[in-house]
């Protein structure tokens, strides 16, 4: 089978910053196994985790201040995948023992990885200046692998249409007649919006006004695709008539790297600015949205990819709904970036 081509100089989410301890991680991102760690520093690192000399598991070994050691003859490399020690003999290092090094970012508590031969462009990453003020918005987040080809979790994102059936409990009953859905691309970015005026408010909503709610509210989500796979939600209620940022509001980043050609990690992160202070909302908040992600949204799309056989979407001729229209377009751009990587 020949792997995907994906799209290259560009960051891709590889762990969440609690994750990286002096204790490696194994975790295999576009095909690849990395090893990644944290140095003695709090520098994090990511390491092809295969050693250059008999090809061992990096991961395996131990962490010597910034430095990884392998586990099988003691090569100690650095950060940059340079062998800085060999305990072998006279210690003289071979020019080629050198394991390959990914360059990482840490922001807004996500390690970015780089991958690409061109040089880091810590420009092209995506921000969430709410993760990093805890003074406005409380954020809670969590993890799934999902068995499915990434581009299917962009797809579920960009249609929340499916929340009335496959999340019932979430969304209010029939919604989807009442909602005024439109796309529109902006540069690379696909925006899709939803947008429901005078809307009987959810529950999330309603315990966030607390003993005050509203009865109906102006609802809008938008949902903004960036390549690869990096989707920024914000979804937000107001009184009628009122600005967006008059209502509870939340601001979500879905973060998809491929780990292969048909799975997928997926990363949350959902930052809000209501309730800041209840911990008790905040642990349930999270079990339910890792619970809607694992138990529904995962599943489905791991069922989907079955039934697809490995084939593409367009080679299935896909019957198409008006709100499909974000994610073909998101896949249109994607496609059409990977294939100027191709021709350059
Ligand atoms: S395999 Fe890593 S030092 Fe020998
Ligand atoms: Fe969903």
Known sequence: MTSPVYLSNTWYAAAFSAELSTTPLLRT??????????????????????CPHRFAPLHKGEVFGDDLRCPYHGLRFDPQGACVHNPIGEGKIPKAACARSYPLLERDGIVWLWWGDQPADESKLRRWPEFDDSERYTCVEGYILVKGEYQLIADNLLDL??????????????????TQYSMEQQGNTVVARNWRPSEPISGLFAFAYGDDAPTHVDH????????????????????????????????????ITPETAHTSHYFWKWGRDF????????TKLQASLQAAFETEDGP?????????????????????????????????????????????
């Open 29 to 50: 991102l576009l095909g690849e196994p990395v090893a990644l760690y944290r140095g003695a520093s709090g520098r994090a690192a990511a390491l092809h985790d295969r």
């Open 161 to 178: 249409s499916h929340a009335e059936f496959l999340h019932p409990y979430l969304a209010t009953e029939g919604f989807n007649r009442r």
């Open 220 to 255: 809008l989500s938008l949902v903004k695709w960036e390549a690869p796979s990096t989707l920024r939600l914000e979804i937000g209620v107001t009184r009628p008539g009122q600005p967006p940022e008059a209502g509870p509001r939340s601001y979500q980043a879905h973060l």
């Open 275 to 282: 309730k800041l202070a209840d911990q008790e909302f905040s």
């Open 300 to 344: 489905m799309i791991e069922a989907q990819s079955v039934h697809m056989g490995g084939q593409p979407q367009e080679a299935l001729k896909p019957v198409l709904l008006p709100t499909d229209s974000a994610s073909l377009r998101a896949r249109r751009v994607l496609q059409q970036l990977i294939e100027q990587q191709v021709a350059s």
